[in-house]
């Protein structure tokens, strides 16, 4: 046991190296594919529009369907869940790849089969947390996750950068290649990984339990609760996503802004990851409600005042602090979500509760759209508001004596 309270011991644990391997390859093919999806399309066909749609198409159906994805993690088991989704994004993605290459690549095709990629995505992002819990004892399961939270945090760094120097020196078509070869490489990693069982009777329609899904989400007080907090939270960085680029702007040439807002991007990701690792150190379990809302409000004072009013320099600052505090709020999260759902029920948990919180950053992005015209100091207020909302929301889930959990 003391070995495991090491991240070096806990990754001596059977399947669990080759278990974050496998998802933070095809994060990162993830993460490569959104902005090769975009470079692709304006390459093949000119226009920024058809751009927006894709990009639309890749990620609005696979949250449509997370529901009915839950019940297939929660009926066929997490690991054969994942890789699903590994060697089908692998195949579509492939297919791309392959229409650009033969001039075979047209608007319709192309939406056909990134949609047909969106449809498998929540297997594999509420595989990978459902299928922790069962590979990793309890009292370890907190360090694995903050394990899992740092990777992350450096694969939402590394993949949009290793995707625009890919591009640029070998063309879209290449770099859909190299995302297809790191999804079936996930795939070949989880080979290694146990093959557990689903835990879901199979007795009960398959309606019946995404319906039973949907309806444990909406009811459990813990679960609506962290589905509405997190959702605020992650409004602040939809806000931020697009107010930071526009702050940027205002300091520097368009060419260096562009350069500077990347280092900002790779300082706050980096942060990230190590706030997550520090939070792995961190006894949350029975206060992760407090974790997460002391976070949520340390995150509305990084972006304002203090990366709104204080130049360049407190823009910066800010953004390290909000990276930092996003490392235990997402292991508190993710640690409250599991503690408190049955794991008979957990693939469905986690497949829906990861597509709405999702939900909250496209609507920040779109609210700051509409606010920077007016003033940008009012934009980094917005995104400020949005995660003290986000803390009183969170303190308000029910702690663990009460009687509803």
Aim: hydrophobic share 55%; glycine share 10%; net charge neutral.
């Amino acid at each position: 046991m003391e070995r495991q309270n090491s991240y070096r011991g806990l990754l001596e644990i059977p399947g669990l190296f080759p278990l974050i391997l496998a998802a933070n390859l095809s994060r990162l093919a993830g993460r490569m594919f959104v902005l090769t999806l975009v470079l692709f399309v304006l390459a093949q066909f000119s226009s920024p529009g058809l751009a927006g749609w894709a990009t639309f198409a890749g990620i609005v159906p696979g949250l449509m369907v997370s529901p009915v994805a839950g019940v297939l993690l929660d009926r066929v088991g997490p690991t054969i869940a994942i890789r699903i989704d590994m060697i089908a994004s692998a195949v579509f993605i492939a297919a791309i790849s392959f229409a650009g290459w033969a001039g075979w690549s047209s608007p319709p095709v192309l939406f056909i089969l990134v949609m047909l990629f969106s449809l498998a995505g929540p297997l594999g992002a509420g595989g990978t947390r459902t299928l922790l819990p069962r590979l990793v004892p309890p009292h370890a399961l907190n360090r694995a996750i903050a394990l899992d939270s740092a990777f992350y945090a450096i694969v939402d760094v590394v993949g949009p950068a290793m995707a625009g120097m890919v591009v640029a020196w070998l063309g879209p078509e290449a770099a859909m290649s190299m995302i297809a070869a790191a999804y079936a490489g996930a795939a070949i990693c989880l080979s290694h990984v146990q093959c557990f069982p689903g835990l879901a009777s199979t007795q009960t329609s398959f309606l019946r339990q995404t319906m039973e899904g949907i309806q444990m989400v909406a009811r459990q007080p813990t679960l609506r609760g962290l589905a509405v907090s997190y959702s605020l939270y992650e409004i602040t960085w939809g806000v931020l996503y697009v107010v930071v680029p526009v702050s940027v702007a205002d300091h520097y040439a368009t060419a260096a802004g562009s350069s500077v807002t990347g280092l900002l991007w790779a300082a706050m990701g980096i942060a990230g990851g190590v706030g997550a690792l520090l939070a792995g150190h961190m006894r949350t379990t029975g206060r992760e409600r407090h974790v997460m809302a002391a976070g949520m409000v340390a995150t509305a004072f990084a972006a304002w005042p203090v990366a709104a009013e204080f130049g360049f320099g407190g823009l910066a600052i800010g953004l390290v602090l909000a990276g930092v505090m996003s490392g235990p709020i997402s292991v508190a999260l993710l640690t409250l979500r599991q503690r408190r759902t049955d794991p008979q029920q957990l693939g469905r948990v986690m497949s829906i509760s990861i597509s709405l919180n999702i939900a909250g950053f496209p609507l920040g992005s779109a609210l700051a759209g509409m606010v920077i015209p007016e003033s940008l100091s009012a934009t980094f207020v917005l995104a400020g508001i949005a995660s003290v909302v986000a803390a009183i929301a969170t303190a308000s889930i029910p702690p663990d004596t009460a009687p509803a959990d």
